[in-house]
Every structure is written in C-alpha cells, then in structure tokens.
C-alpha cells in the first residue's frame, strides 16, 4: 500500500514562506500543521525509554494503537483476536468494529492465564492480547507464561503495559529483539498523568513500525498536545515523586480496606488502582456513589463478582472513602 503523502513529510526542512499546505498565513499558534512524525517528542520518549526512535510510535491515546494494529494484522470477517477475560474492554470494542473475532480463554481465580487452554488456540489467533498488570485485576501476569506465548503464536503478541510505570516488573521493551511478533503499548495516560492529553505510546521492532507508519492518519497527534507532552515529560523528578505517593497511598488504602466488615478481598496491584470485593458491591457503590465518590463496579465480570475498582487518589480523597466507607451500614 502506498501511504499518503502528506506536505510536511515531503518537506521537512526549515523554510522562509510556507504555501505547501493550503494553510492559514495568519498566525494563532497553531495555523501550521502537527509535526506528522513527532520526532521532538520521540526523541525525548526514545531517550526516557532507552529505545530506538525507529520503535515508537505514537497513537491519539493507546485506542488508536489498538485500532492500528488489528488494522494491519486482521482480516475483516476472517482473523480472530484472543483475549482474557476480565480485562480491558476496548479489546472486544475494536475487534467488532474491525469485524475481527473474539477467542475469549478467561482467567483462572488468581487472574492468571488459563495456558493450557489458551496454548489448544493460540494457532487461530492473529492477535493476543494481554495485559500485564491487568485491568480490572490489577495484577501482572506471569514473565515465564506471557515469554511462552510469544514463543509459540504464529501472529501478533500485544501486551499493554498501561499501568507499567506503578509496577516493579521489567517493561517487555526490553525484550522486543528477541521477539519480533511482540507489540508493546504504554500511555501517558495513568502515571505520567496526562489522560485529557490522548498520547499512547507503540513499541515494537522497526519492521511493525513502518508497516503502523503506512496506515496511521498522517497527523494524528496535534501540536499542542505534542507541545505539552514535551514540557510535562521534562519533570522526571516529579514524576518518581509521584509514583511513590501512589504506591503509599495504596498500601494505606489496601490495609484501611482490608479491615472493614463490608470487605472481603482486597486484591494485590500493581497498578494505580484496586480491585476489592465487597459482601455486596451494589449497595456499597450506591452508597459511595450518594456520598459523592464515584468508583467503578465490575461485579458483572469473569471472577469479579461483587468487586468495586478504586482509583488511588489524593490522601485526602482516600481518607474521605475510608471515612464513608466506616459509616456504611448495609
Ligand atoms: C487506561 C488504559 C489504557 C490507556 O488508554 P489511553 O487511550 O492511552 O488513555 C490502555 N489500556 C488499559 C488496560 C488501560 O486501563
């Protein structure tokens, strides 16, 4: 397929006048043209990740990303994409909407892979996704089963790493030469707390990338959003200052929780989240919900019966859930 060229990837040089692009000539900050590739942004991402530039790639959130690559791995009405139930549910959306199938091989109590089960189909699937630590669980899944995996799929291995950054577990970045089907996908959504900005970042070896490059929409990421990106990913101090008052904050929370009577299982995480089983989930989220606190109910899950996910917030915001919590009478 031949991409679309766009004015500013034919010419990338520095000029006087600009009348290449059908523009505006009058001056608003943003009357040019995004840069198409990004590079100020990937060069600061390829320094802060320790891989090549020619590895990343960067989506309008970890959705596009998603999208792009059952695009280019799937054939509509033909490939199926495996999943593992309970996790992200953007998985199920974007291989509907791509007329790809869906192999669900559930988790097995503990959120762990069901091998077994998963090894009987992996020769059908062009695409597994995983994602380690897993949302809603908050756990990661095991190194030895995921490295399994990628040894034996014929396709596409995709593991998102949203909430990599809260874990202690190595990124699958560093393995990606010694396994070429492997799509790594990380956001500057959750830890480095840029959501309302949309960056999802892509890494994966040179070869998948071009082939992501092909199909991606030419400016994709805006320049504003380029711009912001490159000045918040400056602050790497706060950043690890910040990851620190998270997990604190969880551990608190966690211990806080596990003592309440309402409570029956606080799930380990190693996300910015957790996921907690409750005598009765709906009760306890309509009664957090009247008291202003909004939290997510996944009680209708695979294994999350009666399970609310909480995001760790501020201390004060933590303590105002604990303080609820402790009034609740069911
Ligand atoms: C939050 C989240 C993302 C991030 O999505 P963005 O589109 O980058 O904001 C990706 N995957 C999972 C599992 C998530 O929970």
């Not at 040019?32 to 590079?39: K, S």
Request: aromatic content about 8%.
């Amino acid at each position: 397929m031949q991409p679309y060229s766009s004015a500013r990837t034919e010419f990338k040089q520095e000029a006087d006048i600009y009348l290449d692009a059908n523009e505006s000539p009058f001056m608003n900050g943003v009357n040019r043209y995004p840069d198409p590739c990004q590079l100020k942004l990937k060069q600061k991402l390829s320094g802060i990740k320790n891989l090549p530039m020619e590895q990343i790639l960067l989506g309008n959130g970890s959705d596009e990303i998603i999208d792009l690559v059952f695009r280019a791995f799937g054939c509509p009405g033909k490939d199926s994409v495996l999943i593992t139930p309970p996790t992200y549910g953007m998985y199920r959306v974007l291989a509907q909407l791509n007329d790809l199938s869906c192999i669900e091989i559930p988790l097995l109590p503990g959120f762990s892979l069901d091998m077994q089960e998963i090894y009987a189909v992996s020769n059908q699937a062009k695409i597994v996704m995983l994602c380690s630590p897993n949302n809603p669980s908050g756990n990661k899944l095991r190194n030895e089963d995921i490295e399994q995996i990628a040894r034996r799929s014929p396709g596409i291995v995709f593991i998102d790493e949203a909430y990599i950054d809260f874990s202690e577990q190595e990124s699958w970045i560093r393995r990606l030469d010694i396994f070429p089907n492997l799509v790594v996908c990380q956001t500057l959504s959750k830890a480095w707390g840029m959501a309302g900005l949309r960056l999802g970042m892509c890494f994966a070896s040179a070869e998948i990338i071009r082939v992501l490059n092909k199909i991606k929409p030419p400016y994709n990421i805006g320049k504003q959003t380029q711009e912001k990106a490159l000045e918040l990913l400056d602050d790497m101090q706060g950043f690890k200052k910040r990851l620190l008052y998270l997990r604190m904050e969880k551990q608190r929370l966690a211990e806080q929780l596990k003592v309440l009577p309402e409570v029956l299982s606080v799930y380990a995480s190693d996300a910015n989240f957790l996921l907690v089983r409750f005598t009765d989930s709906r009760k306890v989220y309509n009664y957090l919900t009247a008291s202003g606190i909004v939290t997510r109910n996944h009680s209708s899950q695979h294994l999350c019966t009666n399970c609310l996910r909480i995001t760790i917030g501020l201390k004060s915001e933590n303590d105002r859930l604990i303080n609820a919590l402790e009034k609740i009478k069911l």
